[in-house]
């Protein structure tokens, strides 16, 4: 229990355990609850989220439209009567998910019994996303337009 702490920084840890996949996920947590009690510190919950804002004119709220969403807070409790707490809120529309990523922040959270499994899967996928943010830089980057050439072929036509 004495391990370092995940790398990743806690706000990106379901970020990165979303890109990994779900049964390497559960084979760690399903090894591990034979240690803890699991108790909801409040229910699961799926459902719809809206993304507000104000428009610049008016100043009045304008909604972009909804996305899924769901939610757990859990509590492991272990032999000994320690108490051990770990939360999740995904975009997702699944509140076993959530619950298994609730579960999955406790464990990580707190250094517990498959810390270091957990970590090496948050690293994983953390490098995934990392990745991903490269395709998608690479690909902006080869579509970029370079409009000061606009105005220099102008200029040599009106000198010609």
């Known amino acids: 229990m004495n391990e370092p702490h995940c790398k990743v920084p806690r706000s ?36 719809l989220g809206v993304l507000q804002t104000k428009d610049t004119a008016m100043h009045e709220p304008f909604f972009l439209g909804e996305f899924p969403i769901a939610t757990s807070w859990v ?38 019994q498959g810390y270091t499994k957990l970590a090496d899967l948050v690293q994983m996928g953390e490098y995934k996303f990392q990745q991903e943010v490269s395709t998608r830089k690479a690909m902006l980057g080869s579509t970029a337009v370079d409009f000061s050439l606009l105005g220099a072929t102008e200029e040599e036509d009106k000198s010609a």
């Open 12 to 47: 990106h840890w379901m970020r990165a355990l979303k890109l990994v996949p779900v049964d390497e996920i559960k084979v760690v947590i399903e090894s591990v609850l034979n240690e803890f009690n699991v108790s909801y510190k409040s229910i699961p919950q799926s459902g």
């Open 75 to 112: 509590c492991l409790t272990d032999m000994q009567g320690n108490e051990f707490e770990g939360a999740a809120q995904l975009m997702d529309d699944d509140e076993n998910l959530a619950s298994l990523m609730a579960v999955a922040d406790a464990i990580l959270a707190n250094n517990l």
